[in-house]
């Protein structure tokens, strides 16, 4: 579930980062005859849900979480990627996995997303992400913090303001917690999905949880219990491997409260640098 430039495709659930139409119709092309996932069968949201799964379809919901939105990268209709809206003081700031990010394509964020009525759509500012994943892309840092902003004539509205809150930034979940992930399967429209279930036992230091219906582009969707967001998917094979029912998710500890503060008083931002190979294999 997540988003790696085509030179680095592999058999996980990578969505991908094309800055054109003609590439990211190739890379969906690819990604049906490389990641082939498994039948969606994530369980219902309990709360506000845009969408539940039944077998292989998505079943659309009346009621989308508008916290959590779509990722769109170099202008594209197709959405690679999901994110969330972080409770913050000046309300502009999302969350999502590092490598759903490039500098050098354009991102944008779609609060509350649904293919079929016009989208919300605010600009990716500033990228911050945490020390490890700028050295060296070290997955257990696999988080970015964004700063997004709209233009035209309501311009004073804040991002949190309009989607009805935000999420509080907790830590990362033990086993046995209850979480829920809602986010966006890879492609142009559609609606969101949920998966919600107990966390496993953490898989090499990181977060698991056993949701088979997490498909690509579900990569950066929020891990919630309650009002926290306490993992995102990514980390660990780059959220999990598409022959694998778990997904995983860097761990929340002190780092990414730095992380959020820096965001949060609006200091230099950071150079994304995409996708690395997730490990999967073809």
């Known amino acids: 579930m997540h988003q790696v430039l085509p030179v680095l495709l592999g058999s996980g659930k990578i969505g991908q980062m094309l800055g054109t139409r003609l590439a990211v119709s190739a890379f969906i092309a690819l990604l049906a005859t490389a990641c082939s996932p498994p ?8 709360a506000d849900v845009g969408a539940v799964t039944a077998g292989p379809a998505a079943v659309p919901g009346s ?6 939105g779509a990722v769109f990268l170099g202008g594209d209709s197709v959405h690679t990627c999901s994110g969330a809206v972080l409770d913050s003081l000046a309300g502009n700031l999302i969350i999502t996995a590092a490598h ?9 964020f779609a609060p509350g997303y649904r293919g079929s009525v016009p989208g919300d759509f605010w600009h990716v500012d500033a990228v911050y992400l945490d020390p490890r994943w700028v050295r060296r892309q070290d997955p257990a840092a696999d988080f970015a913090i964004a ?25 990362a979940p033990g086993p046995d917690v209850p979480i829920t992930v809602t986010g966006y399967p890879l492609g142009d429209g559609g609606v969101q999905v949920s998966c919600s279930g107990p966390t496993s036992l953490p898989d090499r230091g ?12 579900t990569s950066g969707s929020p891990w919630v219990s309650a009002a926290e967001v306490r993992g995102v998917v990514g980390g660990l094979q780059g959220g999990g491997c598409s022959n694998n029912e778990l997904s995983y998710s860097s761990p929340f500890d002190v780092q990414i409260q730095v992380l959020y503060q820096r965001a949060q008083e609006g200091g230099p931002a950071d150079r994304a640098t995409g996708a690395p190979d997730d490990g999967c294999s073809t």
Not at 39 to 46: G, Q
């Open 39 to 46: 039948a969606i069968k994530a369980d219902p949201r309990t």
């Open 63 to 68: 009621r989308p979480d508008p916290r959590v």
């Open 100 to 108: 759903c990010l490039d500098a050098s394509l354009d991102a944008t």
């Open 147 to 171: 700063r997004v902003s709209r233009g035209g004539a309501d311009t004073t509205e804040t991002l949190e303001h309009r989607a009805g809150g935000g999420f509080v930034l907790g830590v």
């Open 206 to 217: 990181f977060p698991a949880l056993r949701c088979p219906g997490l498909v690509d582009g």
